[in-house]
Nanobody, 118 residues
Framework: QVQLVESGGGLVQPGGSLRLSCAAS????????VGWYRQAPGKQRELVAI???????NYADSVKGRFTISRDNGKNTVYLQMNSLKPEDTAVYLC????????????WGQGTQVTVSS
């Protein structure tokens, strides 16, 4: 069993920046898929960014050029750098991991709140 814990959320003004972190209780391997999803009130959960492998990365059209996903496998941590934030980015942000070997199980964090408002 892998536990994922997000941190770094908070209140920020439009145009500001935040850096989210996701710490895993177990090891993160290069062949594991890691990503970030978000869910706003009244809306379905949507993909923000996913790293299928270390060098195969995809972003939602709404965040391209503003958000960057990265991982530090040695620290068992996944990051999401968010720049030029907009009010429509307000949501609970969730960390995701899928094992690239063995049972290929899925794991989810409990989420961290990001609020963009003046």
């Amino acid at each position: 069993q892998v536990q994922l814990v997000e941190s770094g959320g908070g209140l920020v003004q439009p145009g500001g920046s935040l850096r989210l972190s996701c710490a895993a209780s177990g090891r993160i391997f290069g062949r594991d898929a890691v990503g970030w999803y978000r869910q706003a009130p009244g809306k379905q959960r949507e993909l923000v960014a996913i790293s299928v492998t270390d060098d195969n990365i995809n972003y939602a059209d709404s965040v391209k050029g503003r958000f960057t996903i990265s991982r530090d496998n040695g620290k068992n941590t996944v990051y999401l750098q968010m720049n030029s934030l907009k009010p429509e980015d307000t949501a609970v942000y969730l960390c995701y991991l899928r094992r690239g070997w063995g049972t290929r199980d899925d794991y989810w964090g409990q989420g961290t709140q990001v609020t963009v408002s003046s």
